[in-house]
């Protein structure tokens, strides 16, 4: 399958904190990879890397065999590419369920209305959300609203989505309804890259997981490998106070 990002030798420095070591990593087309490991060893940063909202100390982002942080490169163009839901939701509280869905799609895309409103629906569906169209935000649930912004991400119809601990702001009994959705999404063929702490969806939806600490990839396999048979002692350590 064709690599849809590769990412060599990223590093990434706060002030002369090295939060991303030496980072290699790759996604294919179609994959579903999860990111797994303890608060602050790196995870969001390396998402955020990805997608360029935090820019890389070093190293380069390959998309499509591009490099993306050669000054040429249009990253507009890239980001555009790139979905991203936060654990936040980040809906815009002043418009409409469709709303929210529409207006990245006319701004970005050059979408017209009707059609832009049409491929919304698409994606409201299928994560259960249409009957909400004329809701606002505060109207809905956690679950509710972190649906709708999977579903403003789908609408931009990008090549890649990535999932920054989607369910960590949700009451539990929400979890379930995100993760539903993530999965079917996953078993649909989208490419997916996604930070979670839901070491049981992790293991059911990844083609791969990869496991870090302390802003480096420690260790990399199927969930069979990851989760069963850990070659690294920080991953058995991680896995035992997380299972
Ligand atoms: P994770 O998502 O795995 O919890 P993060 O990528 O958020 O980890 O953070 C990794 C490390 O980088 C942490 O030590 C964090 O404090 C630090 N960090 C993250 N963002 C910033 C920032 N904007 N400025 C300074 N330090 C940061
Ligand atoms: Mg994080």
């Known amino acids: ?63 499509k065999g591009e490099n993306i942080l050669d000054e040429k490169h249009d990253i507009f163009t890239y980001r555009r590419k790139l979905g991203m839901v936060f654990q936040q939701f980040n809906l815009f509280n002043n418009h409409n369920v469709l709303s929210n869905c529409v207006v990245g799609q006319v701004k970005v895309l050059k979408r017209s209305k009707d059609e832009a409103e049409k491929v919304a629906m698409k994606y409201l569906k299928i ?31 990008p090549d890649v989505m990535l999932f920054d601990e989607p369910t960590s702001a949700l009451d539990p009994e929400m979890v ?17 890259l996604i930070v979670t702490h839901e070491m049981e969806f992790a293991k059911e939806v990844s083609d791969r997981v990869v496991f870090m600490d302390k802003g480096v990839i420690a260790e990399e396999g199927s969930p069979e490998q990851i989760f069963n048979h850990p070659t690294q002692e920080r991953t058995r350590e991680f896995l035992k106070r997380t299972l």
């Open 127 to 157: 994560v259960g959300m249409d009957k909400y169209v004329n809701a606002r935000p505060n109207q809905l649930s956690g679950g509710q609203k972190q649906r709708v912004a999977i579903a403003r991400a789908l609408s931009m119809e």
């Open 176 to 192: 379930g309804e995100v993760l539903k959705v993530m999965k079917q999404l996953a078993e649909s063929g989208l490419t997916m």
């Open 1 to 63: 399958m064709e690599t849809i990002i590769e990412i060599k030798h990223v590093n990434k420095y706060f002030g002369s904190h090295e939060v991303l070591k030496d980072i290699d990593f790759s996604v294919k087309k179609g994959e579903v990879v999860t990111i797994i490991g303890s608060s602050g060893s790196g995870k969001s940063t390396l998402l955020r890397c990805i997608n360029l909202l935090e820019k890389p100390s070093g190293g380069e982002i390959m998309y």
